[in-house]
């Protein structure tokens, strides 16, 4: 047994400059699980809700002293003197303390914190990797990287609908590889960007966000600098797209305002189909809003044996939801933000119940991140095959890649790159 002793929290800065909370978590035998919980700008209605103290005087608003002091005087209290190594009570127990459907009571940040601390901590204890903890010996395949090297959306300042045109580089036989082939496409965009007479600066997830023509160009862009790379599109390197949908979604007149016209749902599916015909598209994230489950059914039909659909807005790593989708089958991957549901062990079940249902899962940062690097362990224990970490750039985007490159090395031939078997549509290339 390894009794919680301590928890504590503070106040630190994500990568947007806004307060988030750091949280550590002590027990009796020494160990110490410290946890950086991430924010997202484009953030689903059904997500569990954040902490924020809405004191215009500190931070416009959005200080976490609220989550501090409920991991200090409620969680705190209630958990000293539990065993680590019981995640999904210790889970349980501040789920109940909270008492809401959507954490909003206690705050999914002041919880995330804690149950990732804790999570650490029983690690320390057991005196194993994070990954090697979590998924014990079936934690073995290091993930495609799918890096949003075009931003778009709210994620930029500039004038493309779509939030992140990424690079998959799928077509290598080591992680290691796929990711020194991104970072070359990367850099190799750059260089376009800049004789072409475009801005080189970058949106919130460490991609560039230059004005363009059109949705489609920053897709010419993205094959052009691939070449430039001297890599193959649709063989070596895919391309993926979230939509975010749900951000450029007008309710009162169920439209998309999509390229400057109220786009139909039918109009919007067809451009999907024509993009995928068009190009080496293999994964379309939020292609409709959230609640519009008839056009996700109806593309699923369409195109789902085809292409990864993945729900991020639409299924906010929550089992009920990812249940309803299974049901209407309106898409056929998870997008896994831990922070949109506020526990490990919820997490956890968003995932196996995807699992079991033959999905795809894509675990994901958030574009108000830290340097904590969770989910680069998180994707290797569960085996998820795909994690979306941002941009080749910036410290805190770059820390998953690092962390990744690690477990690669500690698995050494164990370890397995998902490539090509992670995307249905990348076999056909």
Not at 69 to 97: C, F, H, N, Y
Not at 319 to 344: D, E, H, W, Y
Request: net charge negative; glycine share 10%.
């Amino acid at each position: 047994m390894a009794a919680i002793e301590r928890i504590n929290a503070r106040q630190i800065l994500d990568s947007r400059g806004n307060p988030t909370l750091e949280v550590s978590l002590e027990t009796d035998d020494g160990a110490e699980g410290v946890a950086c919980v991430p924010s997202g700008a484009s953030t689903g209605i059904y997500e569990a809700v954040e902490k924020r103290d809405g004191d215009s005087k500190h931070f416009n608003g959005k200080g976490v002293g609220g989550a501090i002091k409920a991991v200090r005087e409620v969680i705190a209290p209630a958990l000293v003197g539990l065993d680590s190594i019981d995640q999904r009570g210790i889970d349980e127990r501040m789920i109940d303390l909270d008492g809401t459907k959507n954490k909003s009571k206690l705050g999914a940040n002041a919880i995330l914190g804690v149950s990732m601390a804790n999570l650490r901590a029983a690690a320390q204890s057991a005196d194993l990797a994070l990954f090697r903890y979590l998924g014990g010996v079936n934690g073995y395949i290091l993930p495609v990287p799918c890096m949003n090297i075009l931003n778009g959306g709210v994620h930029a300042d500039n004038n493309i609908d779509i939030q992140e045109f990424m690079i998959i580089p799928y077509g290598f036989d080591s992680f290691h590889e796929a990711l020194e082939a991104g970072c070359e496409t990367y850099a190799s965009l750059k260089s376009i960007l800049k004789e072409e007479g475009l801005s080189s600066s970058v949106g919130d997830e460490g991609g560039f966000a230059p004005d363009l023509e059109s949705n489609a160009h920053a897709i010419d862009l993205l094959l052009k600098a691939v070449r430039s790379a001297g890599f193959e599109p649709g063989k070596e390197i895919g391309i993926g797209i979230d939509a975010a949908s749900s951000e450029f979604y007008d309710e009162e007149s169920s439209s998309y305002m999509f390229e400057g016209s109220a786009r139909s749902r039918e109009w919007m599916m067809d451009y999907w189909q024509r993009l995928v015909e068009a190009y080496p598209v293999v994964s379309i994230e939020d292609p409709f809003a959230q609640d519009d489950w008839e056009g996700w059914s109806e593309m699923e039909e369409k195109m789902g044996s085809e292409i990864q659909i993945v729900g991020d807005d639409l299924l906010t790593t929550n089992s009920s939801r990812i249940s309803k989708a299974i049901s209407l089958k309106a898409c056929n991957a998870l997008l896994v933000k831990p922070n949109q549901i506020g526990t490990v062990s919820e997490t956890l079940d968003a995932m196996r119940i995807a699992f079991r249902h033959g999905f795809a899962a894509m675990v994901s940062h958030r574009s108000g991140e830290t340097m904590d690097i969770f989910i680069a362990d998180l994707a290797v224990a569960m085996n998820a095959c795909q994690i979306k970490a941002g941009a080749p750039a910036r410290g805190e985007r770059v820390a998953k890649y690092n962390r990744l490159l690690k477990i690669e090395m500690m698995l050494g031939e164990s370890g397995k790159y998902a490539g090509k078997s992670a995307f249905k549509r990348a076999s056909k290339f």
